[in-house]
């Protein structure tokens, strides 16, 4: 009479089990993002459609903050140390901006993340 149970139970986790598991969670590529006064490098990060990435975020002089308004990113980028983002956005724009003061010209850093 188990076996009556268990059968069906196991063919339902089966059925079930490629939904739960989002492959596209697991990131295709790896992208170096560097801040420093007063640039993010690179400036244009462009990603396809559908694409997961991992941003791996370091800075190269003093703290920054990595922040993407339109997708609710904000993360504090502490010397010597790497922050990963795992991202996977929608088509369109994204400006990337420096969420923490960091010198005199803090204003004028940015860049774009393009998902095309
Ligand atoms: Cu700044």
Do not use: N
């Not at 003061?101 to 774009?112: A, L, R, T």
């Amino acid at each position: 009479m188990k076996k009556l149970i268990v059968i069906p139970f196991l063919l339902l986790m089966v059925m079930i089990a490629p939904v739960g598991c989002r492959r596209d969670a697991v990131p295709g590529r790896h992208i170096k993002v560097v801040m420093k006064k007063y640039s993010i490098d690179p400036p244009v990060i462009r990603i396809g459609s559908g694409e997961t990435v991992e941003l791996l975020i370091s800075t190269a002089d003093v703290q920054h903050g990595f922040d993407v308004p339109k997708l609710g990113i904000k993360h504090p980028i502490q010397p010597g140390q790497t922050v990963s983002v795992v991202l996977h956005p929608a088509k369109g724009e994204y400006e990337i901006v420096c969420g923490i003061i960091c010198g005199p010209h803090h204003e004028d850093m940015g860049g774009k993340l393009v998902v095309e």
